[in-house]
C-alpha cells in the first residue's frame, strides 16, 4: 500500500492503491475524476472515500496533457490607451469576477491580462490556454480587430461586448432591458422621456438599447427623441455634458434613460448641480447595475444584466469551442432594479 516501513519516507499513494481500497478497477478511479458522471453514484462514493482515507491527490497535470487539455481559460480586459486600470469600467470588473468563478465551478483555472496598446492572444496555440474570452472597452477599435483576426484564425475566442457580430459573442438582453426601462419611465408618469445615448458608438448595444427606448415610446403614442453623447469623452463626462445641453434647448424633458449607469452617474451629479429634484423633475434611469449605481444621490434605478449567467454563458461558448460544437450566440436576462432615482 502507501507506506514504506516506518523508518522510510511516506510513499505518495497511486490510483492502483486506491482502486485496491475501493475494490474498483484503475480505470474506474481515473473516470471517476475525470468523468464522475459515466460512474455510478455508489462506486463514486467508494472511489473517493478510500481516496480521502490515503490522501490522494489526482494528478491534474498528466491528465491534460492526456486529454490534450490545458485547463485554463485566459480572459483579455481590453482598455482605453492611456487610461490607468484602476478606472476600468467598474461593470467589466464585475464581469471579470463572474467569469473567473464560472471558470473554476467548471474545472477550470483563468489567466488574465490587461491590454490596451500591444495586443497578444495566441494562448491556444502556446498551449497557455484552451481558449480567450475578450471583454472590454469596444472604443478600442485596433484591439477588437486584433481579435476579430484571431477569431477568424481559429482560435478559440469568445467575447462580450464586441463590436462585430462575426465573432463568438454574448450579450445583455439590451433591446429587452430598455424596454424595461421605458416602460417603468412612462408607468411613474414621465412623458418627455429622451434616450442619452449614440447609435453610432462602437457599442454595439447602445444601438439595441436605442431600439428598444424606441418600441416603447411609440407603443404608447410618445416621440423617442435621441440626444446625442460625445463618444471621445468619458462616460460621466458624457453624461455631465449631456444634461447641460439638454437643460439649455427648446426640446422639453423631464426623465432621462442612460445607455449606461456610468453616463446615467454623470447626469445624476449634473442634474444636481442644476438644482433639478430627482426624481420630482427628472426622472433617470441607467443600465448595468454597476456597484456605485446603489450610492449615488439618489440612488440610481437601473437595468442589471444577470452576470451570473454571462459568466457561465462566456464559459460555456468556450466549452463548446474546445469540445467542436455549436453554440447559439445566448442573450443574458436582465432585471428593472428600481431606487429612488424616479417616482
Known amino acids: 500500500?502507501?507506506?514504506?516501513?516506518?523508518?522510510?519516507?511516506?510513499?505518495?499513494?497511486?490510483?492502483i492503491d486506491v482502486a485496491e481500497l475501493a475494490g474498483v478497477s484503475q480505470s474506474t478511479v481515473s473516470r471517476t475524476f475525470s468523468n464522475p458522471d459515466q460512474i455510478s453514484e455508489g462506486t463514486r462514493a467508494k472511489v473517493i472515500a478510500a481516496a480521502e482515507k490515503l490522501e490522494y491527490?489526482?494528478?491534474?497535470?498528466?491528465?491534460?496533457?492526456?486529454?490534450?487539455?490545458?485547463?485554463?481559460?485566459?480572459?483579455?480586459?481590453?482598455?482605453r490607451e492611456g487610461v490607468p486600470e484602476k478606472s476600468v469600467n467598474p461593470f467589466h470588473y464585475a464581469l471579470l469576477g463572474s467569469i473567473c468563478s464560472a471558470a473554476s465551478e467548471a474545472g477550470y483555472d483563468t489567466l488574465v491580462s490587461f491590454q490596451k496598446e500591444e495586443f497578444h492572444g495566441h494562448y491556444f496555440e502556446?498551449?497557455?490556454?484552451?481558449?480567450?474570452?475578450?471583454?472590454?472597452?469596444?472604443?478600442?477599435r485596433e484591439g477588437w480587430e486584433h481579435f476579430r483576426k484571431l477569431?477568424?484564425?481559429?482560435?478559440?475566442?469568445?467575447?462580450?461586448?464586441?463590436?462585430?457580430?462575426?465573432?463568438?459573442?454574448?450579450r445583455s438582453d439590451n433591446a429587452g432591458g430598455a424596454r424595461l426601462a421605458t416602460e417603468h419611465l412612462i408607468k411613474s408618469g414621465y412623458r418627455d422621456i429622451v434616450c442619452l445615448?449614440?447609435?453610432?458608438?462602437?457599442?454595439?448595444?447602445f444601438l439595441e438599447r436605442y431600439e428598444g427606448y424606441c418600441e416603447a415610446m411609440e407603443e404608447a403614442g410618445l416621440t423617442p427623441v435621441l440626444h446625442p453623447i460625445d463618444t471621445s469623452l468619458k462616460r460621466?463626462?458624457?453624461?455631465?455634458?449631456?444634461?447641460a445641453s439638454l437643460l439649455?434647448?427648446?426640446?422639453?424633458?423631464?426623465?432621462?434613460?442612460?445607455?449606461?449607469?456610468?453616463?446615467?452617474?454623470?447626469?445624476?451629479?449634473?442634474?444636481?448641480?442644476?438644482?433639478?429634484?430627482?426624481?420630482d423633475e427628472m426622472?433617470?434611469?441607467?443600465?448595468?447595475?454597476?456597484?456605485?449605481?446603489?450610492?449615488?444621490?439618489?440612488?440610481?434605478?437601473?437595468?442589471?444584466?444577470?452576470?451570473?449567467?454571462?459568466?457561465?454563458?462566456?464559459?460555456?461558448?468556450?466549452?463548446?469551442?474546445?469540445?467542436?460544437?455549436?453554440?447559439?450566440?445566448?442573450?443574458?436576462?436582465?432585471?428593472?432594479?428600481?431606487?429612488?432615482s424616479t417616482r
Request: hydrophobic letters at 40%; a neutral charge.
Open 236 to 243: 460621466e463626462e458624457q453624461g455631465r455634458r449631456g444634461v
Open 151 to 170: 477569431s477568424a484564425a481559429n482560435e478559440r475566442i469568445a467575447c462580450w461586448g464586441s463590436p462585430f457580430d462575426d465573432m463568438q459573442w454574448v
Open 248 to 279: 439649455s434647448g427648446k426640446h422639453p424633458v423631464d426623465a432621462i434613460f442612460a445607455a449606461c449607469d456610468s453616463i446615467a452617474l454623470g447626469a445624476l451629479e449634473a442634474l444636481d448641480g442644476a438644482g433639478k429634484s430627482v426624481p
Open 126 to 140: 502556446r498551449r497557455q490556454a484552451d481558449g480567450v474570452i475578450v471583454i472590454g472597452t469596444t472604443d478600442n
Open 283 to 340: 426622472g433617470v434611469v441607467g443600465f448595468d447595475g454597476i456597484y456605485a449605481s446603489r450610492y449615488s444621490h439618489p440612488p440610481l434605478t437601473t437595468v442589471e444584466p444577470d452576470l451570473t449567467t454571462a459568466g457561465a454563458a462566456l464559459v460555456t461558448r468556450i466549452r463548446a469551442l474546445v469540445d467542436g460544437e455549436e453554440a447559439p450566440p445566448p442573450r443574458v436576462p436582465v432585471s428593472l432594479i428600481v431606487r429612488q
Open 1 to 15: 500500500m502507501a507506506g514504506n516501513g516506518a523508518g522510510g519516507p511516506r510513499r505518495r499513494p497511486t490510483a
Open 197 to 205: 445615448g449614440a447609435t453610432d458608438s462602437p457599442q454595439r448595444q
Open 57 to 79: 491527490q489526482v494528478d491534474t497535470l498528466g491528465s491534460r496533457l492526456r486529454s490534450n487539455k490545458v485547463g485554463v481559460i485566459a480572459v483579455v480586459v481590453i482598455g
